[in-house]
């Protein structure tokens, strides 16, 4: 125990853990998210005037263009959300039964199970694990002549390496989808991602950094994908055809008004919490370093803007082999932080797969990770930095109480 560590920008450290009775380190919450004022009820208003309730308000397609063109793509078409972006831009480039895919282990299930629902067989291949990002090593070994198609997750807003990945992709002769969930406004060298595969396919859910509650929208520079994309998601149109004419089997997954008025405003909004975040993210990534028991998130050289959705820890375990995530996670949340879990296990281990076809490959990095892997969530990083301190000084706090901590863990 150091005597910088005891005392803490100031802050004595030594009392008991809140999760063991003491005092919480931290009452007041962090910013809410996700953040609004009367713009957005200008917006809505706006809508809720013009009568045009359903269909397509003109601020779908301002927003679309807007938002596409900001991610370095030529074309945006939204969609109810971010999941059926995934199925839409998979049935677009006529993925179907009798393909494989692959998809990382590490992941939110839409990112497999939109292939299962096209009839395409998702295939498990494991991540890096300073990244969390698709290992494209591992991705080669998992190529087979079945193999169409990649979808790489840009985990928590790091983009992948997006020259490596679209150098196998060719090699391969593979469609590249990029599910940037988690990514808006990030860029690998300077292009934003969204715009270097067949589609990007963004989600606008409520936890995500540009949000309306629900929403989705995707990224193409191919001007026939974005048509096929845009008659998938509205019946069947096109964009030339009449209200009756349907060309293809489409459905209605179409965005609303009231999504694309809140959409634009929150847009307006994310450079200036991007930078912001990023200030937090980097101060944070500092401070931990002088700590042990957490290992801060790494950033490649290459990447240009990580748009900082999760800001994913991992527990040091050589260094704590007493300790387990679970309690580590606990204890910080009883100091106040809002932390999450994470995954406690990879997705292809949920029970929906005893039934759905798919393939792992061995997957020990994601194993090892959803051990020890947790995160924050974007909104502590919106805060004043005299507030993002209370998350180091939690950590430097549950670090003195590691001993307490062992004799009770939590499973
Ligand atoms: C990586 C990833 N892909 C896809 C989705 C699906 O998006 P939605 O919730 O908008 O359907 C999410 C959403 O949480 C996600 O995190």
Not at 78 to 100: F, H, K, W
Not at 185 to 211: C, D, E, H, N, P
Not at 309 to 335: G, H, M, T, W
Request: proline content about 6%; overall charge negative.
């Amino acid at each position: 125990m150091t005597q910088a560590v005891k005392f803490f920008n100031g802050v004595f450290l030594m009392s008991q853990l809140a999760m063991h009775g003491g005092p919480p380190l931290r009452q007041k919450p962090f910013a809410r998210w996700p953040q609004f004022d009367e713009t957005e009820l200008a917006a809505l208003n706006e809508v809720l005037q013009s009568g045009v309730w359903g269909g397509y308000h003109p601020k779908v397609a301002e927003f679309e263009q807007a938002f596409a063109h900001w991610h370095d793509a030529r074309f945006g078409v939204s969609a109810a959300n971010g999941t059926v972006t995934l199925e839409t831009a998979l049935r677009a480039c006529g993925i179907g039964a009798g393909d494989e895919i692959i998809v990382p282990p590490f992941t939110f299930i839409a990112t497999a199970t939109a292939v299962s629902l096209v009839g395409a067989t998702p295939v498990f291949v494991d991540i890096d694990a300073t990244t969390f990002n698709l290992d494209l090593n591992c991705a080669r070994a998992a190529v087979t002549p079945r193999t169409r198609a990649i979808i790489p997750v840009h985990f928590a807003g790091h983009p992948l390496d997006m020259d490596a990945l679209m150098d196998f992709a060719a090699q391969h002769q593979l469609i590249v989808i990029e599910d940037c969930a988690h990514a808006h406004g990030a860029a690998w060298r300077g292009r934003k991602v969204g715009s270097f595969g067949a589609f990007g396919s963004f989600s606008f859910q409520a936890s995500k950094v540009l949000t309306a509650g629900e929403g989705g929208l995707l990224t193409t520079n191919d001007d026939g994908l974005a048509e096929r994309a845009r008659s998938i998601i509205n019946q069947g149109r096109r964009t030339s055809g009449a209200w009756y004419e349907h060309f293809e089997l489409g459905t209605n997954y179409r965005l609303t008004g009231w999504q694309a008025a809140i959409l634009q405003t929150q847009f307006a909004r994310l450079p200036a919490q991007l930078e912001r975040r990023a200030a937090n993210a980097a101060y944070l990534i500092n401070e931990l370093a002088q700590l042990d028991l957490l290992i801060p998130p790494a950033v490649d050289e290459a990447v240009t803007c990580h748009s900082w959705y999760l800001f994913i820890l991992r527990l040091n375990r050589e260094r704590y082999p007493q300790l387990n995530k679970p309690s580590v996670v606990q204890a910080l949340a009883a100091e106040g932080m809002p932390v999450n879990a994470g995954y406690p296990y990879p997705l292809y281990r949920n029970e929906v797969f005893a039934s759905v076809p798919h393939r792992v490959t061995p997957c020990p990095i994601t194993e090892k990770i959803c051990e020890e892997a947790f995160w924050i969530s974007h909104e502590i990083l919106l805060v004043e930095p005299e507030d993002v301190v209370d998350f180091v000084r939690a950590v430097a706090k549950v670090q003195e109480n590691v001993d307490a901590l062992a004799t009770k863990l939590v499973q």
